[in-house]
């Protein structure tokens, strides 16, 4: 297993990847352009997973200067219950906290029982006492 930064040359398998994993909802935020904007305003803080050059892993993270923001986890389900998930997520975290964040958040869209498993198995706890609003300053529904 190979881990290295993701870089936007890695769009198109990441794409494949996203596009058949359960959970993952893709939006126009998720284009070629969007993606290459949020690894340039978040450098070295987004991994993949490699097995012999074939992309089977991805976790993408940003920060605001105070929070992180964990997205897009996502394993082949040919490669799950390896550790892959996990070490993605370490990976991140430790960058995370190389910029200085020391908390982050993440969304799952409710229906995801696994990334819920997933999550609270690693520590991660479910809020209950704060609602996500979203705003679209634009014509565009879908970002």
Request: hydrophobic fraction near 35%; charged fraction near 25%.
């Amino acid at each position: 297993m190979h881990y290295r930064t993701m870089t936007i040359d890695d769009y198109d398998a990441t794409i494949d990847l996203w596009s058949g994993s359960e959970g993952v909802r893709l939006r126009d935020a998720d284009s070629r352009a969007g993606i290459e904007k949020y690894l340039r305003r978040n450098p070295g803080l987004s991994f993949v997973a490699e097995v012999e050059g074939q992309l089977v892993g991805t976790i993408m993270a940003g920060h605001d200067g105070k929070r992180g923001y964990v997205q897009h986890l996502s394993v082949a389900d040919s490669h799950r219950r390896k550790g892959i998930a996990t070490q993605l997520v370490s990976l991140c975290l430790e960058a995370l906290k190389h910029e200085g964040i020391l908390k982050s958040h993440l969304m799952i869209l409710p229906e995801n029982e696994t990334a819920k498993q997933f999550w609270a198995s690693q520590g991660w706890i479910c809020r209950s006492d704060i609602q996500l609003y979203s705003f679209v300053n634009g014509d565009n529904p879908n970002v």
